[in-house]
């Protein structure tokens, strides 16, 4: 768990309620018209699925239930054949949320990335708390760009139009069978690539795919055992579990600040009360979860935990790197977080003083919320189409699956030096704590699609899979996802500024449940309607 958590999931706006746009825009100058309506839209990139080790219990690509494998594959595979650089430089800025990696000339993990890339690689890094204002400084300056440009899900202003002006069109190389070039790329799903969207109907990067699971509430299965909570609970048993474990230094929620002043965790209760995703589309038109009755409820249900003293008492101020490692110590019984941060590195901080384990939604009526597919994606500087095509093969060779022996070097680096293997656990050495795909961040270059496997932890991959046969089949998708919207580009951040900060004044207490649907009133004035008017002419676009 880190402050990924801001970004992913559900989306990237206060708690997830203003993504829709992936591509909401970037930089000034002019890029164009980057609505899809009217455009001929490139096709979506094949899916080839990668036919790699089998699973120890299947995925179901209708429902987003990923495959589970409960040890590491004893056999691996190559899935790239040919070389895969030139020799030259290449530079790529990406997000860190980790330390700054170790020079080049100390780091064996990224002298083994270069060789295998053949490439010399220049990494920057940007720590997550400045991405934002560097990334809007780079667009602005007009300075000569990176070769590769990794974009988080944030809604940067006018990030699209700068993105359509600098960046290079990778329609003809990607769309329809043209990504069969690039198998591992191939082997992204389509959800990925939709979940990206396109910028006036062409492609223009490459997603970075994350499971269907949004914003999730992870939860110390033991203190919850402790209490008598049950698995599967109802509203009432879920409010007296809460209230039961906070006694003495332990609480039962720990929230946190997000981007905006919104609280982590409205998309748990907002699902469980079967609130719509973000947005839901129906007869042509948009309508905002906000604006619902279900999503007051869950309002009033965070009020009441508030009321009890069922949170931290820092959870006003504390951000979520604070709150997870009240999580980490037992502090706290529960946090939001997004799905993609069930991973070994979270289990190492939890360091087995208790069982981990995701909490099921507490309504029959649920409808648990879907992430974008994507945690952001690669763009290239615009270059002749020789060195596009390199930096394709660069994006593809760390796009390899899971069961290959790309994917083990991109993230456990190099065998007998950052990890060793036995019986089927992957256990990494102290070496591996300094130099890693986290302070390395070439992760947010190219990603394989997630499977559910934590080396040495079969038992929490097993509990993760089985909350996720249970939880999915109900879960429903945001219909904005990769959808364009100039008032999402140029206002994204207001919007969610206001609904942000009237979730926060609700749930401690400075205004009352009641007040809701004045907040959601002022947000529709600022922007909202015209917000939901330009997602349903898109969607038509797009249908």
């Not at 060779?397 to 991109?410: H, R």
């Not at 364009?484 to 207490?509: C, E, M, P, R, V």
């Amino acid at each position: 768990m880190d402050r990924r958590s801001l970004f992913k999931a559900a989306g990237v706006g206060a708690f997830g309620l203003a993504t829709g746009s992936v591509l909401g825009a970037c930089g000034g100058g002019s890029g164009g018209d980057v609505s899809n309506a009217g455009k001929d839209l490139a096709a979506w990139p094949s899916y080839v699925p990668f036919a790699g080790p089998p699973p120890d219990a299947p995925g179901d690509e209708s429902t987003g239930v990923q495959a589970l494998y409960r040890d590491y594959p004893a056999d691996l595979v190559r899935s790239v054949q040919e070389t895969v650089g030139d020799g030259s430089d290449v530079t790529a800025m990406v997000v860190s949320y980790g330390a700054p990696p170790k020079a080049l000339e100390k780091n064996r993990y990224w002298q083994a990335i270069n060789q295998a890339l053949n490439v010399n690689l220049k990494v920057v890094v940007v720590p997550d708390p400045e991405y934002a204002q560097k990334m809007t400084t780079l667009m602005a300056s007009g300075s000569d760009l990176p070769d590769i440009v990794m974009f988080t899900n944030l809604n940067l202003p006018r990030r699209a139009e700068f993105i359509r002006r600098s960046c290079a069109d990778l329609s003809d190389l990607l769309a329809g069978d043209a990504v069969k070039d690039y198998p591992n790329l191939a082997n992204l799903p389509t959800y990925a690539w939709k979940g990206m969207g396109r910028i006036g109907g062409r492609i223009y990067g490459v997603p970075l795919e994350r499971p269907m699971p949004a914003n999730s509430l992870f939860v110390n299965r033991d203190m919850l055992n402790a209490a008598g909570a049950p698995v599967n609970w109802d509203k009432d048993q879920y409010l007296a579990a809460m209230a039961e474990v906070s006694t003495g230094n332990h609480w039962g929620i720990g929230w946190y600040k997000t981007l905006f002043g919104g609280l982590g965790g409205i998309t748990y209760h907002a699902g469980s009360f079967g609130a719509p995703n973000t947005w839901s589309s129906s007869g042509g038109g948009f309508t905002h979860t906000a604006t619902t009755g279900e999503f007051q409820e869950a309002l009033a249900v965070m009020r009441q935990l508030a009321d009890a003293g069922s949170q931290h008492p820092d959870s006003a101020t504390a951000s979520s790197t604070d709150m997870q490692n009240f999580f980490y110590n037992g502090t706290v019984a529960s946090m939001s977080n997004g799905f993609g941060s069930l991973a070994l590195q979270t289990l190492t901080q939890i360091d087995d003083r208790f069982g981990l384990d995701l909490a099921r939604p507490y309504t029959p009526d649920a409808t648990p919320w879907q992430s974008s597919g994507t945690f952001g994606f690669a763009t290239f500087k615009k270059a002749a189409p020789d060195r596009i095509r390199m930096l394709l093969r660069i994006c593809d060779y760390l796009s390899a699956p899971f069961g290959t022996t790309e994917y083990e070097l991109a993230n456990y680096g190099v065998e007998g030096v950052h990890f060793t293997k036995d019986d089927g656990v992957v256990r990494t050495t102290k070496l591996y704590d300094t130099e890693n795909s986290v302070l390395l961040p070439v992760r947010y270059i190219g990603t394989a699609p997630t499977v559910l496997h934590l080396p040495g932890h079969p038992d929490v991959a097993q509990a993760a899979y089985d909350w996720e046969k249970a939880v999915l089949p109900r879960s429903v998708a945001n219909p904005a996802n990769g959808l364009q919207s100039t008032t999402l580009a140029n206002k994204g951040a207001q919007l969610d500024q206001i609904l942000g900060d009237g979730i926060a004044a609700i749930t401690f207490g400075r205004k009352p449940v009641s007040a809701w649907p004045g907040i959601v009133s002022d947000w529709k004035k600022a922007g909202g309607d015209q917000l939901a008017e330009e997602l349903a002419a898109e969607a038509r676009a797009a249908a």
